[in-house]
Structures are given as structure tokens and as C-alpha cells.
């Protein structure tokens, strides 16, 4: 009897070491399982706003009311103001040519537009259009939208910044 005094603290010893040491490894995993989940709510967050700044131009760049052409246009002697989100902006115009200036219908013209779009969450997109009006081929004239749209979800420059990028080609 003497010698099994301590027995039963050395036994509630031994027990609370293994809950604590399951409870720190369910600890670990409820953590990660946090920080995953965030990271995959602000990559949804940059993907959206990256989807949003796409749809904006891809709209304004279809023939609508009040333009009789794209809002890019390249065949236009000033720029266009359109507006997306509450915000306005001023895009189109006389396109630039490559690799040399315009000097005839058959040169290849392009046109850059970029716009940056805010949105309340604090995300943003950066959105580029080029527009190319290929004439090469007298009988089949081409004109080609690339809209590039980068979105973030923050705008300040920190290390913990999201971005996400959508590609699209539209032909007219």
C-alpha cells in the first residue's frame, strides 16, 4: 500500500500529457485549416474583381445605345467616356500603328486602353484593351478586342496581396 502512493498522480500525469497533446495537434490543423480558408476567400475576392473589370469592357466594347461603335474604337479622333461601377473613364481614340505610322488602309492598327476599377471591398482591377483593326484583307476586314483585366484583392501594395488574371479575345 505504501508504495503505490504516487501511482495515481503519475497515472493523471500521463492522461493530461496525451489530451494536451492531442489538443495542440487539433490546434495545428484548425489553424492551417483558417489560414487556407482565407487565402482562398481573398484569391476568390481577386478572381471576382479580375471578372468584373473583363464584363466591364467586354460591354462597353459591344455595340450599345448611345454609340454607334465600340467604346475603344481605334477609328475615332478622341476618346470615349464610359462608366462602370460608378466610376468614369476616358478610353479609345486614334490607335498607334506597328511597327511603323500609318500611312495606308492596310496597315495594321492597335489601340490601347487601360482603366483601373475600385470596388467598396477594397479590391481593384486593372483593365487593358487593345484593340486591332487588321485590313489587310479587303474583303474580310477583322477588328479584334484583347481584354486583359488583373484583379486584386487589395490595392495597397502588401506582401499579403492576391492576384488573379482573366484573358479574353472578342471579334468583331
Known amino acids: 500500500m505504501k508504495n503505490s502512493r504516487g501511482l495515481t498522480l503519475l497515472l493523471s500525469v500521463l ?9 495542440l495537434g487539433v490546434a495545428n490543423i484548425i489553424t492551417t485549416e483558417i489560414f487556407l480558408s482565407n487565402a482562398g476567400r481573398q484569391s476568390q475576392i481577386a478572381f471576382y474583381a479580375a471578372d468584373a473589370g473583363v464584363e466591364c469592357a467586354a460591354y462597353w466594347d459591344t455595340l450599345h445605345a448611345g454609340l454607334s461603335r465600340s467604346a475603344f474604337a481605334t477609328s475615332t479622333p478622341s476618346p470615349n467616356t ?11 481614340g486614334w490607335a498607334s500603328c506597328t511597327p511603323a505610322s500609318c500611312t495606308t488602309a492596310n496597315d495594321k492598327k492597335q489601340g490601347l486602353s487601360s482603366f483601373t476599377l475600385t470596388f467598396s471591398n477594397g479590391s481593384c482591377a486593372k483593365v487593358s484593351v487593345t484593340k486591332r483593326n487588321d485590313f489587310s484583307d479587303p474583303f474580310s476586314p477583322t477588328i479584334e478586342a484583347f481584354i486583359h483585366s488583373d484583379g486584386q484583392n487589395t490595392c495597397a501594395n502588401t506582401p499579403r496581396t492576391f ?3 482573366i484573358e479574353t479575345r472578342v471579334f468583331e
Open 15 to 23: 492522461i493530461i500529457s496525451i489530451v494536451l497533446a492531442v489538443s
Open 163 to 165: 492576384q488573379r488574371s
Open 82 to 92: 464610359i462608366s462602370c461601377g460608378g466610376q468614369n473613364f476616358s478610353v479609345g
